[in-house]
């Protein structure tokens, strides 16, 4: 009988750090995600202008509008950065658009 409640014991402690080594490589692996994603978030903007569009790499639609930003903005300084870097400092023509 003190056998198996030993063996109880013992099961429960290594399911438990089990569990906790599963919690924390999960919350590891998101971590990681997010930070890869918003390392991943570029915009282009205009230096004379003070405005950024957010580069969405995989939206054609979202192509156009650089392109017609570029347009915009030619004879400009054009750069692309981390949106980080951007925000703040520079307005978004989205929103200027649609004041
Ligand atoms: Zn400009």
Request: glycine residues 2%.
């Amino acid at each position: 009988m003190i056998f198996y409640t030993n063996l109880l014991i013992l099961i429960s402690y290594i399911l438990k750090s089990l569990i906790k080594r599963l919690i924390y490589y999960t919350n590891r692996f998101v971590y990681w995600i997010i930070s890869f994603k918003v390392v991943n978030i570029r915009a282009r903007a205009c230096i004379r202008c003070r405005q950024y569009i957010i580069i969405h790499p995989d939206n054609p639609e979202n192509l156009n509008l650089i392109n017609l930003f570029d347009r915009n903005h030619k004879g400009h300084n054009l750069v692309t950065l981390d949106l980080d870097e951007v925000k703040g400092s520079y307005k978004n023509i989205e929103s200027v658009n649609s004041e």
